[in-house]
Nanobody
């Protein structure tokens, strides 16, 4: 089992930046890749960015060029740097770890962008 804890959410004005962190613990060597998702009020959870064990990244078109996913060398913490934030980025942001046993999820962290 992998446990994930997100942090770094909060309230920010439009145009501002935030950096989210996701700390992994437990069976971290079972993690194949990690990702960030978000769920806006009344909407489904959408993938934003993923990073594989080789460092290969993938982004949703909605955040490409504004958000950047990265991780530390020990692959224990994954980050999401969010720039040029917009009110429509307001959502609960979730960290995910892809393992052979399935996808593990964090509890989420709220990001609110005011206009």
């Amino acid at each position: 089992q992998v446990q994930l804890v997100e942090s770094g959410g909060g309230l920010v004005q439009a145009g501002g930046s935030l950096r989210l962190s996701c700390a992994a613990s437990g069976s971290i060597f079972s993690i194949n890749a990690m990702g960030w998702y978000r769920r806006a009020p009344g909407k489904q959870r959408d993938m934003l960015a993923t990073i594989g064990n080789t460092g290969l990244t993938n982004y949703a078109d909605s955040v490409k060029g504004r958000f950047a996913i990265s991780r530390d060398n020990a692959r224990i913490t994954v980050y999401l740097q969010m720039n040029s934030l917009k009110p429509e980025d307001t959502a609960v942001y979730y960290c995910a770890a892809y393992t052979p046993a399935g996808t593990q999820w964090g509890q989420g962290t709220q990001v609110t962008v005011s206009s």
